[in-house]
């Protein structure tokens, strides 16, 4: 079961279609390991073949478990109109992300008709220290436990991304005054962001609800303040149906 299993993780956005010989040559199997495995994830709906090209990518079964998964997420349930409501009065991008660990993963997003994209982001991982939205999330940790959670230098995505603890904290801090978090090409030139910290019944930061599109689309140096009304007022339903209470 582990095998299989580690198959799939080989399917990524830059790779969504495999041959055999590949994940032969990725895993270290042997080839009628790899073909036999390969074989009963097909049969289970978890991988499936183009018959013209013989390549594999992943099934419908993932898809359907997906949905399950997020389904239980009491987050995703409590966001997901909400944030379909903010895409559709801002005309942006809307999403919704969780910190897993060292990286921020989006539980929902929807598309706005001035922020379209031709794939979802939906499930996607992404890195705090570049986004907003991960800034959103690590704005409810000390110091040290940013440190702990991520490390104390970071990759560069861009010329204008956060690459050590003492920018990240300095941007934190502004994140703590203001009350939301801003990107402009931290992550991707082109691209702009803000983001907003959600709470639970406890006050602990456990999402972030954001509106995202170009640089054009957003217009941070005027609108800025505009948007993060709007977001900051969104993300307060959200987590007024997790049980924050707002004083």
């Known amino acids: 079961m582990e095998r299989a299993l ?51 990518r992943l099934g419908p079964r993932l898809v359907g478990l997906a949905g399950v998964a997020l389904n239980q997420s009491p987050v995703h349930r409590a966001a997901r109109q909400v944030a379909q409501n903010l895409a559709h009065e801002t005309g942006l991008g809307a999403n919704v992300a969780e910190r897993h660990g060292d990286q921020m993963f989006y539980l929902c997003h929807f598309e706005g008709p001035r922020a379209a994209r031709n794939f979802t982001l939906t499930g996607r991982l992404a890195p705090l220290h570049a986004t907003a939205m991960g800034k959103a999330l690590l704005s409810g940790l000390k110091d040290d436990e940013v440190e702990a959670a991520i490390g104390a230098t970071y990759p560069a995505y861009t010329a204008h991304t956060a690459t050590t603890l003492k920018a990240l904290r300095s941007a934190l801090d502004d994140v703590r005054t203001r009350g939301y978090a801003t990107e402009v090409e931290e992550l991707a030139l082109g691209r702009a962001c803000l983001a907003v910290p959600v709470r639970d019944r406890s006050g602990d930061i456990v999402a972030a609800l954001s509106v995202s599109g170009s640089l054009s689309a957003m217009d941070l140096d005027t609108r800025e303040r505009e948007l993060a009304g709007q977001v900051i007022e969104f993300a307060d339903q959200i987590s007024s149906g997790l049980g924050y209470l707002h004083y």
């Open 6 to 56: 580690s198959l799939l993780t080989h399917f990524t956005d830059e790779h969504p279609e495999r041959r055999i010989a590949e994940l032969v040559e990725l895993t270290g199997l042997g080839q009628s390991t790899v073909s036999r495995l390969v074989s009963a994830l097909e049969s289970l709906g978890y991988l499936a073949r183009d018959e013209r090209s013989g390549l594999h």
